[in-house]
């Protein structure tokens, strides 16, 4: 009896717990991988010269996006004036078809404005596109302004010299 006891804690419980943990985590999903490099064209309604897109409306300009898991920070290398947005990404919805809306939580500027981004990103799509809205709280009320970005490819390391 104590052997049969003994078998079931040594065994019978790790692979309880691990049944448990695979169970609760089988509709979990990753946050997608968007850093890199975008080219992003930008529309904003405000007039506000320290409201406005970063590089004019329509006007094509680089984003920066390093991520690490659910951090993020956004730079616009062409605008050195301008800090970077540190935010923390959340997945709004994701279908199987690879369309998945994300948002910015929590995204300020170093000097403490609050902004807002929300975007769909097409994962379908080569390469990957991005399309959404983005807002800062201090100017036009919040009004958003639209972008569409388009990540760059990674450059190719393998037949380099060194």
Same mark, same amino acid.
């Given at each position: ?7 079931? !804690? %040594? ?19 990753? #946050? ?7 080219? !992003? ?12 897109? /970063? ?9 920066? !996006? ?6 993020? &920070?956004?730079? #616009? ?7 970077? #947005?540190?935010?923390?990404? *959340? #997945?709004? *919805?994701?279908?199987? @078809?690879?369309?998945?809306? %994300?948002?910015?939580?929590? @995204? *300020? ?16 799509? &080569?390469?990957? !596109? ?17 972008? *569409?970005?388009?990540?760059? /490819? ?9």
């Amino acid at each position: 009896m104590r052997t049969v006891l003994l078998y079931i !804690v %040594i065994v019978g419980l790790p692979i309880a717990g691990t049944s448990i943990v695979l169970e609760s985590g089988r509709n979990l999903q990753a #946050l997608p991988a968007i850093g890199g490099t975008w080219t !992003v064209q930008t529309s904003s309604h405000s007039t506000d010269q320290g409201c406005a897109s /970063p590089a004019g409306s329509g006007v094509a300009t680089t984003m920066i !996006v390093e991520q690490s898991g659910e951090n993020l &920070v956004l730079s #616009l290398p062409a605008n050195p004036g301008r800090p970077p #947005l540190i935010g923390r990404l *959340r #997945l709004v *919805r994701s279908d199987r @078809a690879g369309i998945t809306s %994300i948002a910015l939580q929590e @995204a *300020r500027s170093h000097g403490g404005a609050l902004f807002a981004f929300n975007a769909t990103i097409d994962q379908t799509a &080569v390469p990957f !596109v991005m399309e959404g809205t983005f807002s800062a709280a201090a100017c036009d009320g919040g009004r958003p302004g639209t972008f *569409r970005a388009i990540l760059s /490819p990674a450059p190719d390391h393998q037949g380099g010299s060194h």
